[in-house]
């Protein structure tokens, strides 16, 4: 009885061998005179914790996949009554939770990540970050830029992300071959930037950008005004247009700095976030970052128009940007997700952290020690984000009908032990490389810490390669 | 010519290889008519961090130790012109740097990590922490939660710790056969603990414990009077004359929460500094934990007296005790360092995420992106931490005639590519888990991840077994 028994050995150090040996024994494969469903993978862990609606954690736990869908998510034991599968991931001294989701970040900026830090937002910008970008954004930067980020999305455990960048199409082919999920978003500028030299030479790369990737399976394609003050009017109303046209995403950097709420309260006599409203900007698939200058009226009316937020501690602490008011959002009930902004200004991709960060940074600011507890930093990083995405009916959780985007995150070290809680564990002991095995719609992109979708010793070659002209550049 | 080889091997991917060869073949051990001085370990580094006072840099670099001293710190090639070593350890793609100091923790207290989090201080300590310490401290859990502490410290490249706990003879003698170094400090309490029921009694117990321990090669006895609202002025005072008695450290908790601050203006209409002061505590061998409610004048008094200040910016950040003002101790030059407070109030001892913290903590405290940059952050976990313990004249930088305490860190992961600046790397990208080789005093205490001192799998599940005691006890 292989198919059994190869479930039986998933789950044998979680004491309920006797159980399935019993089972497989005496029922075979059938059960009350039903054949088990054949699917393509199960997954066993110690503690698979759902996020589903109900927070259910089951200790040990079993998610069966078919194809790129959740079809079961039971104990062990449920599981191996009901399927039987062509492959078992035995992640028994694990936890399996959904993949984490990334809802702001510049992937290809991982190549300027330690560049420069330590300096004024604006000597960073004009001294380091724009002359490195001016010199060596090329498709080539883009293409290998994206494989490093996602080498080191797949290793640290996030399974979604949204982008923001130029050449997105190269970022797109990227992702999809490294098998991540993407809502990647072409930017929009006012200034000439190195895939757009006008604004409207941008929203039509946009535009041809949605339709090559409009249906595609990991792809959600999507355009991204940069910001409120780097685009007039009529820019940002033709990307939200364009965004309404063919129902994607419309990415927006929002009220991160103080200078941002100034200019707008200068020019316009408003927020950024009334400015935005005021010409019509948002809707229901607008995601807004930082968000940390918003007051209740801005509140208000982000949740209003069903406005995604992604919040990003780590950014905006190293940048000094100032305090998302997280707290406010989350009682407000505003779509919220994490991110970690670009690896230039963080300075790693690790949603781990950015979970941690959230908590320790809310804590801190509203000097409440109970302010924002793991499970609601774990439910940012994951059903939050999917919400803040519009997504959260096909990812952000374990339940059955999802796209089967999960990992498996090991507590075995030293600074994991002892174990009282899961949830806890996560947020304040773990990091992304405790993750063992990313799944991505069904797919294997990390099993046992082995990449199964990218060349991992060519990646970092190209990267290393690739970073002496971006020495060059800021020389 | 084996001895040269050896050193040649090390270095080999440094590019320097075809000169070492040279100088193999034709110097042989013999230079200028002199022979090479045998020592005992050479280390050699991509980069070599000294955390001098001119914060020297080598790449490649190399130091050389000879028993527990450093005996030579430079180019790989003029160390091996001038030693030739028994055993070299090849760190050729590593940042080797000073090990981490670790100034303020509760080292036994890696038993209570994860137990409970998200609570009011006082619910926390109420309802989790004192019954489970009623309950479970004893020499054996002690024993049981230093080794712990201790592989999580070997791990993460702490190699000096500062520690404030009970039963500390056995948290001296755990520390001692793991192979760290240790500042140890019996607390002293008003109220009846696990190890003496009175003040009086807690005092004998210091004193035995001081003389047990003085001349130690890796063990400092300390004193620790835990806090001015614990102890009355009597004891305080005989805490300070026994430090001054034996010229061993004493170590406090100040200034840590608004409550202790409140709590001093109402009984002593003073600051909890001013108060240590006007009672004559403060001496150059003190060292205060926290200081996060201090005036200016408050600054001045901890800098007139040489008191050393332990900043513990993730503890402080979780239990929303408020922002200590680390920019005006560094302006003020008082001796500064940090720490990750107790595991249960962090939730682990790594360092180099209490150095990341400190840096983020500062610039979204002062809303200024260029303060306590990555450089100022290494200062304060390495040569920060030995002034602030007095110990800078033996540790905390690799310079020649110090205690052989250092570490090496890989720089190899996805997250920390490319590599512009090693130091932004250390503070920004790297974690604990990227040490790969831990010395003290010369001592191999881990060597490619391998832990040489401890037996890791016994280790834990003695952790594990303890740890269902800690949840009886809070059940």
Redesign the interface.
Known sequence: MPRAWRVERAVQSNGVKRLLVAWALGAGVMVAGQTARQVSLIVVGRFVITQNAAHQMLSPGAVAIDGSTIVGVDTPEAIARTFVASDTIAANDDIVLPGLINTHTHAPM??Y?????????MD?LNRYIFPAEAKTVSPDMVRIGTR?AA??MI??GTTTFADMYYFEEEIARATREAGLRGILGETILRFPVADAKTPAEALARAERFIKAFKNDRLIVPAVAPHAMYTNDAATLMAAADLGRKYQVPVLIHLAETEDEWRMAREQHHMTPTAYLESIGFWGPRTLAAHGVWVDDADIAVLKRHGVGVSHNP?S?????S??APVSKYVRANVALGLGTDGAAS?????MFEAMR?A???A??A?????????QTALDLGTIGGARALGMDGQIGSLEVGKRADLICVSV????Q?????PV??LI??T???DVRTTIVDGAVLMRDRTIKTLD?AT??AD??R??QK??DAVK
């Open positions: 991982v190549m990540r330690g560049l420069a830090d330590d300096l004024a937002l960073w490093l080498l080191e290793e640290s780590e905006n602490m190293k940048l000094a100032g305090t963080n300075n790693d991709l690790d960060q908590s320790f940074l804590k801190h509203t000097r409440d020690s109970t302010a924002l507890p793991a075995a070290a030293a600074r032990t002892p174990l009282y809680d806890s564990h304040y002991t990091r992304g490389d991992r990646v970092i990267a290393n690739l970073a971006v020495r």
